[in-house]
């Protein structure tokens, strides 16, 4: 059964989905006029999956359950796009617009080589971030990233050449997005800008989201990966 939540229990999985999704309950929870979070549970009151739903984009932490229900759930909310890991992908017939991989990495920390915070405002991070990265529309970066630190739960760090975002609650943190404008790579800033952002974040572990591409660069900076994530669609019938 999926219901309603405003007090979501944890589950059984550890990934960037799961950290995505928490992240955003811990900015979210009290506002359910904008982000909407369920919970599945079994026959035995077992919870088999965590969603969350905010700006028609669904979010879905799976531990097994009734993938029927889920399906039809999912075909109901009809969200613009899913973010899951890639076997829930797979098994409730998404389609799979990009694939990713989901890499951890457990404090202690070693932050010695990092950039300082030059720049000031949200309207420089999205700047920077958005000629490299899909972040979305101008205002609705700024005004999510303004409520997140309102709230505590998100930072960001800022340069010359480049930019990052990182989310957090209590317990995690997951990489939202960083940047190094194209002539300024391979100097070792994109490892310094990595490093002021888990600098914000002390004792969490921190997961992120990486294109496949990248991952040779995380992997030097001492993550693991850990499982495959996917960005989806709601797959149409022809």
Known sequence: ??????????????????????????AYREYDKIALFWVQRDDSD????????IDNNMIICRDGGDEAELR????????????????????????????????????PFDTARKIENTYEGLERVYDVLSKHLDVGDRQGFIA????????????????KFSAGVILYNEKYATLAGIAVDSDNRRSGLGTATLNRLLEIIRDRTVYICAEYKNVPFYESNGFKVESKAAYCILRKED
């Open 144 to 159: 999510d990233m303004s409520h997140r630190i309102r709230r505590g739960t998100a930072g960001y760090v800022t340069s």
């Open 72 to 107: 039809c759930f999912i075909n109901a909310i009809s969200p613009t796009t899913v973010f899951t890991d890639l076997d829930t992908a797979n098994v409730l017939g998404l389609k799979i617009v990009t694939e990713c991989a989901s890499l951890c990495k457990a404090p």
């Open 46 to 53: 077992n919870i088999t999956a965590l969603i969350s739903l």
């Open 1 to 26: 059964m999926i219901t309603l939540s405003n007090n979501l229990p944890d589950i059984n999985i550890k990934s960037v989905v799961y950290v995505k999704l928490m992240c955003l309950y811990a």
